[in-house]
């Protein structure tokens, strides 16, 4: 079975084809071909196919998403990225979702009806799911009507959250409506978690994680016996950790006040979403290299951006620590392109715990090794590396999906 992800984040869309069978569908094969669009300034894509044997990257020549993703798609079955014969050899299509509100809890099959209620959540995220859509519909297009898509939500692992951890201390009829703490970034924390216990050599059911998936959006999750019971995003993926752009959360008050200084909801959007963050703070780049590139260079705004970043996540992993039960915390995990690749941002996280017998080994993690445990042998709570891999985890849910009688 071909199964092809289509994975739209906040500024790139990245995709990749895999080949499975029964015999490799619980080990991440590599994939047939991988593709991405960087959004950021010049729109750029960039595709290579199995073992890197191709490779190219070249600025787009349009603006326009569906023509670049159609253009994407294409190199599926032509050019010299070509992995398949026709399209016909796809046979699904697995979508990365950013928001399934309270309607969607599980791998769905996209039909007119899924599609009208991923546009009326689209004011919950509108950085994603508009994105989403758009993917969807270039499927359609590029493939035809006849192929299946599955969505698959970053809300989903969230949603056995507990009540009194998920509702809003507002009027109760906001939950009746719907206003209520869905959590994101769902897909990467679950397969975050479970690789921790393959790591660990741990049942998942017996762990108590913290997992920080820091990129340009930023979020923590505390798990317990493989569910997520707390998450730092809310309502929307705007709430809680600074973030590349977003400001994550603030005083509401402030948003009355900017209100009526006139602001509209349109400008606010734009202001929180686009205009903060460490973007916002150093009024130089939302991109972490950039601003410790900055920051060495003497930079006074890049230095209180840098801090005030490390500070909301400390500030969050302790809340944490309380929602998990104190101290008894078994592993710190650091994911995405941050988590991934700054040591000194894991350095000066970690430096915050040292109290609960957190230690970080300073050698392994200037190495930025991934899939492994940089704590020291020591340590109390041991501290892992992960390269997330969402696009095989939403493959593993097609496939399931695939199995399910109908």
Same mark, same amino acid.
């Given at each position: 079975?071909?199964?092809?992800?289509? *994975?739209?984040?906040?500024?790139?869309?990245?995709?990749?084809?895999?080949?499975?069978?029964?015999?490799?569908?619980?080990?991440?094969?590599?994939?047939?071909?991988?593709?991405?669009?960087?959004?950021?300034?010049?729109?750029?894509?960039?595709?290579?196919?199995?073992?890197?044997?191709?490779? =190219?990257?070249?600025?787009?020549?349009?603006?326009?998403?569906?023509?670049?993703?159609?253009?994407?798609?294409?190199?599926?079955?032509?050019?010299?990225?070509?992995? =398949?014969?026709?399209?016909?050899?796809?046979?699904?299509?697995?979508?990365?979702?950013?928001?399934?509100?309270?309607?969607? %809890?599980?791998?769905? /099959?996209?039909?007119?009806?899924?599609?009208?209620?991923?546009?009326?959540?689209?004011?919950?995220?509108?950085?994603?799911?508009?994105?989403?859509?758009?993917?969807?519909?270039?499927?359609?297009?590029?493939?035809?009507?006849? +192929?299946?898509?599955?969505?698959?939500?970053?809300?989903?692992?969230?949603?056995?959250?507990?009540?009194?951890?998920?509702?809003?201390?507002?009027?109760?009829?906001?939950?009746?409506?719907?206003?209520?703490?869905?959590?994101?970034?769902?897909?990467?924390?679950?397969?975050?978690?479970?690789?921790?216990?393959? =790591?660990? !050599?741990?049942?998942?059911?017996?762990?108590?994680? +913290? %997992?920080?998936?820091?990129?340009?959006?930023?979020?923590?999750?505390?798990?317990?016996?493989?569910?997520?019971?707390?998450?730092?995003?809310?309502?929307?993926?705007?709430?809680?950790?600074?973030?590349?752009?977003?400001?994550?959360?603030?005083?509401?008050?402030?948003?009355?006040?900017?209100?009526?200084?006139?602001? %509209?909801?349109?400008?606010?959007?734009?202001?929180?979403?686009?205009?903060?963050?460490?973007?916002?703070?150093?009024?130089?780049?939302? !991109?972490?290299?950039?601003?410790?590139?900055?920051?060495?260079?003497? *930079?006074?705004?890049?230095?209180?951006?840098?801090?005030?970043?490390?500070?909301?996540?400390?500030?969050?992993?302790?809340?944490?620590?309380?929602?998990?039960?104190? =101290?008894?915390?078994? @592993?710190?995990?650091?994911?995405?392109?941050?988590?991934?690749?700054?040591?000194?941002?894991?350095?000066?996280?970690?430096?915050?715990?040292?109290?609960?017998?957190? %230690? /970080?080994?300073?050698?392994?993690?200037?190495?930025?090794?991934? !899939?492994? *445990?940089?704590?020291?042998?020591?340590?109390?709570?041991?501290?892992?590396?992960?390269?997330?891999?969402?696009?095989? @985890?939403?493959?593993?849910?097609?496939?399931?999906?695939?199995?399910?009688?109908?």
């Amino acid at each position: 079975m071909k199964i092809l992800v289509m *994975n739209a984040g906040s500024s790139s869309q990245k995709s990749s084809l895999y080949a499975l069978d029964d015999s490799s569908v619980d080990k991440p094969p590599d994939p047939l071909w991988e593709a991405q669009i960087d959004w950021t300034q010049t729109p750029t894509m960039q595709v290579k196919t199995f073992g890197g044997r191709v490779s =190219i990257k070249e600025e787009l020549k349009t603006d326009s998403r569906s023509e670049a993703l159609s253009e994407l798609l294409q190199t599926l079955w032509s050019g010299e990225t070509q992995v =398949i014969k026709n399209k016909s050899e796809i046979n699904m299509v697995g979508h990365r979702v950013v928001h399934g509100g309270h309607q969607y %809890t599980q791998p769905t /099959l996209i039909n007119p009806k899924v599609k009208d209620t991923l546009n009326k959540l689209s004011s919950f995220a509108p950085l994603h799911n508009p994105a989403n859509l758009e993917e969807i519909e270039a499927v359609e297009q590029s493939l035809g009507m006849a +192929i299946p898509q599955i969505a698959v939500f970053d809300t989903a692992f969230h949603s056995k959250m507990p009540l009194d951890i998920a509702i809003y201390p507002g009027p109760y009829e906001w939950f009746e409506q719907g206003i209520r703490r869905y959590g994101f970034h769902g897909i990467s924390h679950q397969y975050c978690a479970q690789r921790t216990a393959q =790591i660990l !050599d741990k049942d998942l059911n017996s762990l108590r994680l +913290i %997992t920080c998936h820091l990129g340009n959006g930023c979020s923590l999750a505390a798990i317990r016996n493989g569910y997520s019971v707390d998450t730092t995003m809310g309502f929307t993926p705007l709430d809680g950790l600074m973030m590349g752009t977003r400001s994550g959360s603030v005083d509401p008050g402030i948003l009355i006040y900017l209100l009526r200084q006139g602001f %509209t909801a349109d400008q606010l959007e734009a202001l929180l979403n686009k205009e903060s963050g460490l973007q916002g703070i150093s009024g130089l780049s939302s !991109d972490m290299r950039q601003i410790i590139e900055a920051m060495d260079g003497g *930079n006074e705004r890049a230095k209180l951006a840098f801090k005030m970043y490390i500070h909301r996540i400390r500030s969050h992993i302790g809340s944490m620590l309380a929602t998990l039960g104190g =101290i008894g915390v078994d @592993a710190l995990v650091f994911t995405a392109g941050v988590g991934e690749n700054a040591p000194l941002v894991r350095q000066k996280v970690c430096e915050g715990f040292e109290f609960i017998g957190l %230690t /970080l080994d300073k050698k392994k993690n200037s190495q930025s090794l991934v !899939d492994q *445990n940089i704590a020291t042998a020591d340590s109390l709570v041991q501290v892992l590396v992960i390269h997330t891999q969402e696009d095989w @985890a939403i493959v593993q849910e097609c496939w399931k999906w695939s199995k399910k009688p109908r």
